[in-house]
């Protein structure tokens, strides 16, 4: 997702507020959005795969390994 499709996702919004949109238009967005919410969570997944968690005991807890890996290999 690059800032060019982000410019589109707000260009179709704002024409549908103003004056709607096309059958191909309302499709065209609904894709866009679609593949705006599946980059922000791969990115969350990520940073949350990343992610330890150090209590005061001193045990590390990697979220990664706990709960995100589960069945993959890398």
Not at 39 to 57: C, F, M, Q, V, W
Request: aromatic share 6%.
């Amino acid at each position: 997702m690059d800032m060019k499709d982000i410019d589109r996702i707000n260009t179709l919004y704002h024409k549908s507020k103003a004056v709607g949109l096309t059958p191909e238009e309302k499709e065209e967005q609904a894709r866009l959005r679609k593949a705006y919410i599946d980059a922000i969570r791969e990115n969350l997944r990520g940073t949350l795969d990343s992610t330890k968690i150090k209590y005061p005991d001193g045990t590390i807890v990697d979220l990664g390994e706990k709960y995100g890996n589960k069945g993959k290999t890398h």
